[in-house]
T-cell receptor
């Protein structure tokens, strides 16, 4: 059983399109995250949700809209895709939002915008 | 603001050699947590270790060991007798206590172990 799963694994789309990435965790964790990893492997947090509530919202264009229907799911919708959005997007979860918790990562979604 | 520096972008070693991955961090907090994660070629990040700022004891887990030194703000990772399966990108990360967990990752060190 996969602990943190993401779909799709690969996403290739044209500039200007809208796309969504889904994430689910079966660990019973309260907190979930979205990270963006660029081509140089730099990993940066985008959003964090705790029990369906947004708790971290980094400087991300408002074309990116996360949604957490329940604490086991965190989806990411991206409007009007741009070339610079091409990256690998990772979903992660942790027990709760405390700083000492390790995070469990999904397999990543490689988004390519043409 | 917190910052993590991994000065080594890429390291290549021959199998069975020992290798140390450096990590230097900056934080104004007195309570914080340091992590190492491994990202193998398959892409998924895997947690390796956590250390809190009050525990400077070194840790050994099999061929892996970690050296935490507050005096130099470093949290280095050594792999002894490296194996091809150790080939991966390794990330050092920092999380300050208080508030919501916001982890700052270093830029990663790509380790290639040559058979």
């Amino acid at each position: 059983d996969t602990a943190v799963s993401q779909t799709p694994k690969y996403l290739v789309t044209q500039m200007g399109n809208d796309k969504s990435i889904k994430c689910e965790q079966n660990l019973g964790h309260d907190t979930m995250y979205w990270y963006k990893q660029d081509s140089k492997k730099f990993l940066k947090i985008m959003f964090s949700y705790n029990n369906k509530e947004l708790i971290i919202n980094e400087t991300v264009p408002n074309r990116f809209s996360p949604k957490s229907p329940d604490k086991a799911h965190l989806n990411l919708h991206i409007n009007s895709l741009e070339l610079g959005d091409s990256a690998v997007y990772f979903c992660a979860s942790s027990q709760d939002y405390q700083s000492y918790n390790e995070q469990f990562f999904g397999p990543g979604t490689r988004l390519t915008v043409l | 603001a917190q910052k993590v520096t991994q000065a080594q972008t890429e390291i290549s070693v021959v199998e069975k050699e020992d290798v140390t991955l450096d990590c230097v961090y900056e934080t104004r907090d007195t309570t914080y947590y340091l992590f190492w994660y491994k990202q193998p070629p398959s892409g998924e990040l895997v947690f390796l270790i956590r250390r809190n700022s009050f525990d400077e004891q070194n840790e050994i887990s099999g061929r892996y060991s970690w050296n935490f030194q507050k005096s130099t703000s470093s949290f280095n990772f050594t792999i002894t007798a490296s194996q091809v399966v150790d080939s991966a990108v390794y990330f050092c990360a920092l999380s300050e206590a208080g508030g919501y967990q916001k982890v700052t990752f270093g830029t990663g060190t790509k380790l290639q172990v040559i058979p």
